[in-house]
Nanobody, 120 residues
Framework: VQLQASGGGLVQLGGSLRLSCVASGSIFSISVMGWYRQAPGKQRELVASMSRSGSINYVDSVKGRFTISRDNAKNTVYLQSDSLKPEDTAVYYC???????????????WGQGTQVTVSS
């Protein structure tokens, strides 16, 4: 299973970015998909997650500014990031809990990370 993230970049204060992450390979089912981020010198934190049924969680600092969505048919998760702030600067990693076979348990997979930089 591979997760390929895209959409990061450099944006000014108040700007927007849309991150995408596609899961491919031997996939029977994906339960949770989401986005984490890690800023220099800080621990990786959950930004947003979404279950297959549509339950969503956001870290408090992005509520009202970021929107997570997913396309289950395409095994893809998106993160629309608006009103970006310098403190949003980090490497963003996508995550998926994947079941490879119907008798298998779910395992965690990570994308390679995409840099988001917000300038003031």
């Amino acid at each position: 299973v591979q997760l390929q993230a895209s959409g990061g970049g450099l944006v000014q204060l108040g700007g927007s970015l849309r991150l995408s992450c596609v899961a491919s390979g031997s996939i029977f089912s994906i339960s949770v998909m989401g986005w984490y981020r890690q800023a220099p010198g800080k621990q990786r934190e959950l930004v947003a997650s979404m279950s297959r049924s549509g339950s969503i969680n956001y870290v408090d600092s992005v509520k009202g500014r970021f929107t997570i969505s997913r396309d289950n048919a395409k095994n893809t998760v998106y993160l629309q990031s608006d009103s970006l702030k310098p403190e949003d600067t980090a490497v963003y990693y996508c995550h998926a809990a994947v079941q490879k076979h119907y008798i298998d348990t779910y395992h965690n997979y990570w994308g390679q990370g995409t840099q988001v930089t917000v300038s003031s």
